[in-house]
Each structure stands twice: as C-alpha cells, then as structure tokens.
C-alpha cells in the first residue's frame, strides 16, 4: 500500500533552461471514517537531461498507534528525447518498530541490480532476472505518467514496475472529467490498475489484478505542467484519499488547505 501511495503523489516539470525546475507538493491522507492518516511530502526537479525525485511519509496522530510509519523514497534518472531513464532508487521505512531498505541501481544494457532488507516473511511468488530486466521503479513510473498526460492529453499507458520487492504492471486510462471545490476548470481524471505479477504472498492473491485507484491532474503552474490535486485507492487497510495541500515551486506558492 505505501509503496503505491508514495508513487501515485508524483508529478511532471517542464524544462526552462540549464538550471533544474522544482516542485514541492505536500498531501495530506485520510482513511477510513474521515481518519487522518498520514502527511506525504513530494519534491520534484527536472532539467532537460535529470530528473530527481524525493518523497517522504509519516503517519499523524491515532494512525502511529497502529503503523507508526516514516519513510522517505528517492529517485534520479536521465531524460533523453523526451524518455525518462531510471538510474538509481534508494528507500528506507521504519514501520511498527522495524527498519526496511531498497536499493535498485540500473544498468546502461536495461538489466535491474536490487538489494530489500530484511527479506519478506512469508511466502511470496518469486522475482526473477528476466522480470524485472527494463523496468521502472515506482517513483520514476509516475513521473512517466504525469509527462505523459501534460504531452498528449491522454492518460492511456501502460507500464511495467518493479519497486524493489514486487514485480507489476500499471495500466492508466481516462475517465470522464471532474469538477472538484476550489478548482474553477473540470479536472482531468485518471484512472489505475496494478496487476500483480511476483514478489506478493501467495495468500494475498498472488498474480490476480488488484488495487484499483483515481488519479485527479490539474494545469496549475506554467508549462503545460499537469499536478495531481486528489488521489483514491484502495488496499488491504481500506480506502484512502489523499488531497493537496500545499504548492510551491518557482512560480507559485499556494495553500488549499491546512
């Protein structure tokens, strides 16, 4: 669930010059009853030949007692010709008084070095070499997916992931579009489906199609930009939304919440 979570947050920058765009998008999450969940903390650079992306995670109030969660997830990658090409992904979570690290490192050939501590108790379908050969991480996949849509206006796009531990693919297509309060134009809205294909306990289903969510993107800074204003989805917790909270970047600074 988080690993979808972290990545859904992600948006695209446009290049102006040598100097890198950036972006700051801070979320807040609630579940369940009107429950706030969790804080979610999104920085985003891009120049015409980087990208990086950094996104942190902390469970708020009552949640702690149940999760107790903070994690913090980076990515960095190359663009050339539009395509975005992972290099490196690093996470660390801290969740109900355990530490978890990911590491994935990707070769110029497409082949995926990744390294997950501790390893996963229970029995999982497992991941091999040829699977995981000319993925993505999960950060990078969003990413993606926001150019996608600022380029072509459409959200149709599939692609295969690998976060370190799990092996799927997302598949994204549209949905009609959406007023939402506080927003004066309709909102594109996207829809997400990840099928899982390895690294998940067999008992959870193992290869069925699952966690099914709502994307929201609006144009709210310069540069055909498209930012992710709302998202829902679903996961074995229940379902969750997440909203926008707070924007910056080196146009605008706005707060739609508190």
């Known amino acids: 669930m988080l690993s979808v979570l972290l990545a859904l947050t992600l948006c ?76 490196a992904m690093r996470s660390e979570t801290h969740r109900r008084g355990a530490d978890f690290h990911t590491r994935i490192d990707y070769g110029a050939n497409g082949a995926v070095v990744a390294e997950a501590t501790p390893p996963l108790t229970g029995v999982v379908t497992p991941v091999s070499p040829a699977q995981v050969r000319g993925t993505v991480d ?49 909102i594109r809205v996207c829809g997400m489906r990840r099928r899982r294909i390895a690294g998940f306990p067999i008992e959870q289903g193992g290869d069925q199609p699952s966690d099914e969510g709502k994307l929201w993107f609006a144009r709210l800074v310069p540069g055909g930009v498209m930012i992710p204003v709302r998202m829902e989805f679903g996961s074995e917790f229940g379902r969750f939304v997440a909203t926008l909270a707070e924007l910056r970047s080196r146009w605008v600074e706005r707060r739609f919440t508190e």
């Open 138 to 186: 999960h950060l990078t996949a969003y990413l993606v997916l926001a150019r996608h849509l600022a380029a072509r206006g459409s959200c149709t796009l599939g692609l295969a992931v690998f976060d370190g531990r799990r092996r799927y693919d997302l598949s994204f297509g549209d949905l009609p579009a959406e007023a939402l309060p506080g927003f004066p134009d309709r």
């Open 12 to 87: 695209g920058a446009s290049a102006r010059g040598v100097e890198p765009d950036w972006i700051f998008l801070r979320f807040e999450v609630f579940g369940g009853p009107g429950l706030h969940f969790l804080t979610l903390q999104v920085r985003v650079q891009q120049s015409p030949e980087r990208y990086s992306l950094t996104v942190e995670a902390e469970t708020l109030g009552i949640a702690e007692l149940f999760v107790d969660l903070r994690s913090k997830a980076e990515a960095r990658g190359s663009i050339s010709d539009g395509v975005l090409h992972p290099e």
